[in-house]
């Protein structure tokens, strides 16, 4: 099996998410190569080779060139599997590749279970195990769910791809800055998280207190932030923010994939869920078999004495 990565980089620098890639092709077994679309001095530290092609004279990001720079590493390498992160980045290129190659795409893997791929379906509330049907495959993988360990090290050979042909319609204006964030959940050392367990939004107040009560900050599941609960910035995920705390107090929350990407290297994990056998239970330290709007009042007054 050999796979065929897509790097991601952006204003001049390679993206650590690239590394998640990597860990993908080393959980499935498969011999990997790169592709690099960006300058040779953000070459990603692995020991394989990296298809490098610089043409930051044509725009940062051009989907035609970006596609014929793939489509010529897939040529050149024989890849089984194409491999791009499930971002906005992979969104717009995969299929693109994907149609000119006429294969299938596979897309937002979170796990791989003997050689086939798990995905979810119904608004990620069931799960399913997707196998390849044509000889090449798109992948896309979901960020968070494959962690590179350690440091990256490594020497990569570079084999660089020169585009004879960049013809395109289109033109790269720049990027846009998202609004700034009214909190950084990503710099916070504790956060206890509000989930739909807590009912209404009058609650959230009370798991707010808890956060204030450990000094740290208020975060929130997607249902709490869809309802109005608690504004986005709050939110952790995959669609939210990935945080790393030295605590994470999960309340009322299940522990879906996206909500667990977001949060599972958090360096200790305390969940209060009134179901014993909530998934959340499988990344917490300490699960608190209880109802949270019992525990979490009682518990923030004897923080508070
Ligand atoms: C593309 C996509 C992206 C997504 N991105 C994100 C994301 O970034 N972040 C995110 O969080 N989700 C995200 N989701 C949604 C995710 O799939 C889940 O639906 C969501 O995380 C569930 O939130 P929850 O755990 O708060 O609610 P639920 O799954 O409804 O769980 C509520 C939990 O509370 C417990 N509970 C109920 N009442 C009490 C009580 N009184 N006391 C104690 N426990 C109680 C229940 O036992 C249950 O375990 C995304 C989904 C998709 C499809």
């Not at 897939?74 to 971002?87: C, G």
């Not at 069931?126 to 000889?135: G, H, Y």
């Not at 710099?187 to 808890?210: M, Q, T």
């Not at 009560?213 to 869809?226: F, T």
Request: aromatic share 6%; glycine share 8%; hydrophobic share 45%.
């Amino acid at each position: 099996m050999k796979a065929l990565l897509i790097c991601e980089y952006r204003e001049g620098k390679l993206l650590d998410s690239s590394y998640e890639l990597a860990a993908f092709a080393d959980k499935l077994g498969a011999e990997k190569a790169m592709v690099l679309i960006g300058n040779e001095a953000a070459a990603p530290k692995v020991n394989a080779k990296v298809y490098l092609a610089d043409v930051a004279k044509y725009g940062e990001y051009n989907p035609d060139l970006h596609k014929k720079i793939v489509l010529e590493a897939v040529k050149r390498e024989n890849p089984d599997a194409i491999v791009f992160l499930h971002s906005s980045y992979g969104w717009d290129l995969a299929p693109r590749v994907a149609a000119a190659l006429k294969v299938g795409q596979i897309s937002e893997i979170t796990s791989i279970k003997e050689g086939k791929f798990e995905v979810g379906i119904c608004n990620a509330k069931l799960r399913r195990i997707v196998t390849p049907q044509t000889e090449k495959t798109v992948l896309t993988i979901q960020s968070g769910a494959f962690n590179f360990p350690g440091e990256p090290q490594g020497k990569p050979q570079i084999e660089k791809i020169e585009l004879t042909d960049a013809v395109s319609p289109l033109e790269f204006v720049g990027y846009e800055p998202p609004q700034k964030k009214e909190v950084d959940l990503a710099k916070a050392d504790v956060i206890v998280s509000a989930g739909r367990g807590v009912g209404k939004k009058e609650n959230v107040a009370i798991i707010a207190a808890l956060a204030k009560a450990l000094g740290g900050e208020l975060g929130a599941s997607r249902p709490v932030v869809d309802a109005g609960w608690v504004e986005h910035s709050r939110q952790v995920g995959t669609t939210g923010q990935i945080v790393a705390p030295k605590l994470y107090v999960a309340c009322g929350i299940s522990g879906a994939i996206q909500h667990v990407a977001g949060m599972k290297k958090s360096e200790f994990v305390v969940a209060i869920n009134k179901d014993k056998d909530a998934p959340i239970g499988e990344v917490a330290d300490v699960l608190v078999v209880a109802d949270v709007m019992q525990f979490v009042p009682a518990f923030t007054a004897k923080l508070q004495k």
